[in-house]
């Protein structure tokens, strides 16, 4: 199936703790995103690739790094877990960097810190 | 802070009823204006977007209205049905280092009942 996919779903872990969440499009789009959802369901965005280039980077705490090693793929790292942190974080790509380029979204990735 | 307001956080309606979901934004410079659809435990998906050139926009059962007068976004729904219930936000566009990104709003949860 043609989509957004995201691994894991669930991620458990403690503070202090090096976690990673994967984003995998086949949708053959050339822009890439992570989204945080916090527990109010406020959506924001983190961070943005284009052709693996960062081309949005909000004020994300630098424990956050993602990584794009092809256009496919969008890696978010965070080091260091802290309880703020926990949210559910969603990847979304689309077929370029305008925002009138609709954006699809993956399933998300629900992030506990305890 | 940045942020898209919205008048009702829930939103109870009798199926085949029309709903009206308001939207408040804050910069007088978006062009550009975006409603998602979010179901329990999955990413938002893109309902209907509308230009700051335009006022009204059609789709399937859905209707947006933009007021720019007064900073004023507006999703209707027709006929609602129990396949409609949903968390629902609008975005506006905001430029971040020469590129547009979406603000999301807080979310409107509908509610159909039977």
């Known amino acids: 199936d043609t989509a957004v996919s995201q691994t894991p779903k669930y991620l458990v872990t403690q503070m202090g703790n090096d976690k990673s969440i994967k984003c995998e499009q086949n949708l053959g789009h050339d822009t890439m995103y992570w989204y945080k959802q916090d527990s109010k369901k406020f959506l924001k965005i983190m961070f943005s690739?284009?052709?693996?280039?960062?081309?949005i980077n909000e004020t994300v705490p630098n424990r956050f790094s993602p990584k794009s090693p092809d256009k496919a793929h969008l890696n978010l790292h965070i080091n260091s877990l802290e309880l703020g942190d926990s949210a559910v974080y969603f990847c979304?790509?689309?077929?370029?960097?305008?925002?009138?380029?609709?954006?699809?979204f993956g399933p998300g990735t629900r992030l506990t810190v305890l | 802070g940045e942020s898209v307001g919205l008048h009702l956080p829930t939103l109870s309606v009798q199926e085949g009823d029309n709903s009206i979901i308001n939207c408040a934004y804050s910069?007088?410079?978006?062009?550009?204006f975006i409603w998602y659809k979010q179901e329990s435990g999955k990413g938002p998906q893109f309902i209907i977007d509308i230009r700051s050139n335009m006022d009204k926009r059609q789709g399937q059962r859905v209707t947006v209205l933009l007021n720019k007068t007064v900073k004023h976004l507006s999703l209707q729904i027709a006929a609602t049905q129990p396949g409609d219930s949903a968390v629902y936000f609008c975005a506006e566009t905001r430029l971040s280092g020469g590129y547009n990104k979406l603000i999301f709003g807080a979310g409107t949860r509908l509610a159909v009942h039977p």
């Open positions: 690739y284009n052709n693996k280039e960062l081309i």
């Open positions: 910069n007088s410079a978006s062009d550009y």
């Open positions: 979304a790509s689309s077929q370029g960097p305008r925002v009138s380029n609709e954006q699809f």
